[in-house]
């Protein structure tokens, strides 16, 4: 069962552009929204995260947009700069219990100069 | 900034043969997680931890799976007897507590088991 579903599997960008990541969730007893940036051989590093209370959590070049009557969150990254290359994976949790996450897929952003 | 620490980086194993993997969680979190990630795969919950004793574990974390905090410092991961599926990246991630706080990851130990 896929509790969280994550598109596109990879994208590829221009140095400068708009990286956008899309996620959909079924459970709606999720209740925080992080995203993950991986780099090879790293773990998954925070990257920022929302609650469900507010629409858009914005810090720096990285920005959540989050849909609650659709069940749907991205993840956007303005000004996208070929350091950003790495996998992306939007991940979430429930405020019950012990908060374990339910990760997507991934997905495998690069940018190109 | 504290960090969570992993070792060893690369396990190398034979089928059937236990394994420890072995964390040390930043030192004022209280809960503790390990997730794996099988190659090109998302990342999978495995177990979480707290107050000496297993919080949730999913369906990965059967029998042949345990989880301890030997001492005030170091969390571990023990599979009993290994498979050859149990190849994989396993992560340890620890939080100052849960509410949604944030969970940090260390960078993982690749098992591999031929």
């Known amino acids: 069962q896929q509790q969280v579903k994550q598109s596109p599997q990879s994208l590829i960008v221009q140095k400068g552009g708009i990286s956008i990541i899309n996620c959909a969730y079924e459970?709606?007893?999720?209740?925080?929204f992080p995203w993950y940036q991986q780099f090879p051989g790293k773990g998954p590093a925070l990257l920022i995260a929302?609650?469900?209370?507010?629409s858009e959590k914005k810090e720096g070049r990285f920005t959540i947009s989050f849909n609650k009557s659709a069940k749907q969150f991205s993840l956007h990254i303005m000004d996208s700069q070929p350091g950003d290359s790495a996998t992306y994976f939007c991940a979430a949790s429930k405020a019950s219990g012990a908060n374990n996450l339910f990760f997507g897929t991934g997905t495998r952003l690069t940018v190109i100069p | 900034e504290p960090e969570v620490t992993q070792t060893p980086s690369h396990q190398v194993t034979q089928m059937g043969q236990e394994v420890i993997l072995r964390c040390v969680p930043i030192s004022n979190h209280l809960y503790f997680y390990w997730y794996r990630q099988i190659l090109g795969q998302k990342v999978e919950f495995l177990v979480s931890?707290?107050?000496?004793?297993?919080?949730?574990k999913s369906e990965i974390f059967d029998d042949q799976f345990s989880v301890e905090r030997p001492d005030g410092s170091n969390f571990t991961l023990k599979i009993r007897s290994t498979k050859l599926e149990d190849s994989a990246m396993y992560f340890c991630a620890s939080s100052v507590g849960t509410s949604n706080q944030p969970q940090h990851f260390g960078d993982g130990t690749r098992l591999s088991i031929l």
């Open positions: 929302i609650r469900p209370d507010v």
């Open positions: 459970n709606t007893a999720f209740d925080y």
């Open positions: 931890f707290y107050n000496n004793e297993i919080s949730e």
